[in-house]
T-cell receptor, first 114, second 112 residues
Framework: DGGITQSPKYLFRKEGQNVTLSCEQN?????MYWYRQDPGQGLRLIYYSQIVNDFQKGDIAEGYSVSREKKESFPLTVTSAQKNPTAFYLCASTTTGARYNEQFFGPGTRLTVL | SQQGEEDPQALSIQEGENATMNCSYK?????LQWYRQNSGRGLVHLILIRSNEREKHSGRLRVTLDTSKKSSSLLITASRAADTASYFC????????????FGKGTRLSVIA
């Protein structure tokens, strides 16, 4: 089955620790995205990547870092510099070159800082 | 930046009734999309309407787009308890490679 996977589903972090959230897709999509969702809120864009070895900051990139070494993978690191990291994190992907950007989403990772 | 603003923020209806959600946006768009999110899950794409289209149907879903008013509506007919979810509009900018911009969503509760 084609799709996007995120792991882990739940993640607990102590203050001061960095954690990495995994996102993998086998849809052969060029573009991948990371969003943060807080309770009762919409999606805010953290980082996105349109091609391997390239990525751009979104609206709330501070305290986060990403890499895009492979087309299939776009891991997100939540660093200790992120002051309020408890949230639901969603990864998405889409084809580039297409004029209409329907996005496919993973199931999400819920991060809780203890 | 969140461009789409859904209205109402929350909606509660009886099973069998129709549900209407609205979305307003600020800048010119290439397309507008609606997504659904069940609690604690990822978003699922429902329907896309292009800027040169005025209405589109998919099963029990009907979407309209009024670019002069910069607004869209999503109608779910004959709602079911399984339609209970949050619904988000997302606007696609005129450039093909820039990200979608999502609104804050409407929480729909369908009571059996």
């Amino acid at each position: 089955d084609g799709g996007i996977t995120q792991s882990p589903k739940y993640l607990f972090r102590k203050e001061g620790q960095n954690v990495t959230l995994s996102c993998e897709q086998n849809l052969n999509h060029d573009a991948m995205y990371w969003y943060r969702q807080d309770p009762g809120q919409g999606l805010r864009l953290i980082y996105y990547s349109q091609i391997v070895n390239d990525f751009q900051k979104g609206d709330i990139a501070e305290g986060y870092s990403v890499s895009r070494e492979k087309k299939e993978s776009f891991p997100l690191t939540v660093t200790s510099a992120q002051k309020n990291p408890t949230a639901f994190y969603l990864c998405a992907s889409t084809t580039t070159g297409a004029r209409y950007n329907e996005q496919f989403f993973g199931p999400g990772t819920r991060l809780t800082v203890l | 930046s969140q461009q789409g603003e859904e209205d109402p923020q929350a909606l509660s209806i009886q099973e069998g009734e129709n549900a209407t959600m609205n979305c307003s946006y600020k800048t010119s768009i290439n397309n507008l999309q609606w997504y659904r999110q069940n609690s604690g899950r990822g978003l699922v794409h429902l329907i896309l309407i292009r800027s040169n289209e005025r209405e589109k149907h998919s099963g029990r879903l009907r979407v309209t787009l009024d670019t002069s008013k910069k607004s869209s509506s999503l109608l779910i007919t004959a709602s079911r308890a399984a339609d209970t979810a949050s619904y988000f509009c997302a606007t696609g900018p005129n450039s093909g490679n820039t990200p979608l911009v999502f609104g804050k969503g409407t929480r729909l509760s369908v009571i059996a």
